[in-house]
């Protein structure tokens, strides 16, 4: 069945190039169960290729022609082939994390193409420690980062020993299977078109924007950042990338960051961000790149936003947003910190008055720079709106299994665009908070630096607490 492509997929797809492509990704971690035999990894890679039935969010693929007069549209994949989607890899010796992350670089640097579902799955063997890993990406015309961490849980269980799991892009028979993957699957990537159409006027309750706009606005000006920032320094990451991407990833126990926050009288948000603000400005000292003003970043918060809550602590998916002042033009990491908490507290502040569809007109409002800026080739002549994403993606909060295999971490790929050459993403799971960091190869020299740069700032964040 032929189904037109809403809007902003559409935009996702169309604003793709070779330098820039749009998918997101993710790499999880997996400990063989007891008892696993030699061929353990062929077998789970076999449990995944062969599926009794694909789920339609995986067969189908954009189609563009003069029968569909020139609008992208859907259609089903009639020569599906599962062995092209999913894939058996082994790293080289000696078989370190570094070698995985070198290799889910290179994966994460190619276009998905066109004629096939957008989206693969490789099955990674060779770490010498045993664990088995899997890389995932999905075009974001697809699912965005919540929905595709929806999709991974509705396949994980808490049962260690139950059996018959299906791969993610399985067929869900049963009605609260296919509950989740409904709720998976509808990505709401339609809410920004929403909120740009929004933001335009065309919504009469939109277009009574409270004095909270007038507030807003003026802040932004003064570049006193909240839910809406209309300055940042340009910095190293606001030019135009390539095509090849680096990956880095770590993870720091949720309670030695929850205890910084009570402290100090902070969020984990809060702390979260302060551990980016630190890493980037010794990253950029290093470099000789450090502008005077801080750095903006961008932070994804959910509808719910008027009770003040981000999508990280509530589960919902990141519609809205908030430009939060990193304060890295202060030496202080407690100084930092607390900078960091006012700039989120003004952003909330700026959101509580509104309604959840003005949330997202200003977040239209906010997004649109960076969103017109690579698409009309502007980069370089405009400045930045912001100057890095950070997000949190929800993930399970106890220990999960897929057919017995532990999982033991999962850890977010993201996108680089055109202006905006590095991506935070961090996820919660088991009592861990991972980092993943996604940046152009070339824009954003030593990436894996910034990993040494986030610990020595919990260490800085815990002595300045003194926990």
Known sequence: MVTPIDPTSAAFLLAENRNMPMHVGGLQLFKKPEGAGRNYVREMFEEMRDVEEIA?????????????????????????????HVRHSALPKPGRVRELLELCSRLHSTRLAWERPLWEAHIIEGLRDGRVAMYTKT???????????????????????????????GKRPSRSGSKAVEKAEKSLSDIPVQALRTALGITAEAAGMPGALVKTLSKGLRNETSALSLYAPRTIFNQSITGSRRFAAQDWPVERLRAIGKA???????????????????????????????????????????????????????????????????????????RIHKSMQDGKEGLSSMTPVQILAMSALGQAPAILTPILRMQGIVRPPYNLIISNVPGPKTTHYWNGAQLLGTYPLSIPINGMALNI??????????????????????LQRLLTFLDDEVGALEKAAGV
């Open 56 to 84: 339609p969010l995986f067969l189908k693929h954009p189609h563009r022609s003069l029968g569909t007069a020139g609008q992208l549209v859907w259609q089903p994949d009639e020569q599906f082939d599962i062995e092209h």
């Open 139 to 169: 075009h974001h015309a697809l699912v965005d980062g919540v929905s595709a961490m929806r999709l991974l849980q509705s396949v994980l269980s808490t049962d260690p020993d139950q059996r018959n799991m299906p791969a993610p892009w």
């Open 264 to 338: 100090t009288g902070t969020t984990l948000n809060d702390v979260v961000l302060a551990m980016c603000a630190g890493a980037m400005r010794t990253y950029l000292i290093e470099l000789d790149a450090l502008p005077e003003a801080p750095l903006v970043a961008m932070v994804p918060v959910g509808l719910n936003a008027k009770q003040s809550q981000l999508a990280s602590a509530d589960g919902g998916n990141a519609v809205g947003s908030v430009m939060v002042q990193l304060a890295t033009d202060l030496h202080d990491p407690a100084d930092r910190l607390a």
């Open 425 to 446: 993403t961090c996820t919660s799971y088991d009592g861990h908070m991972a980092f993943g960091l996604t940046g152009c190869r070339r824009t954003v020299p030593h």
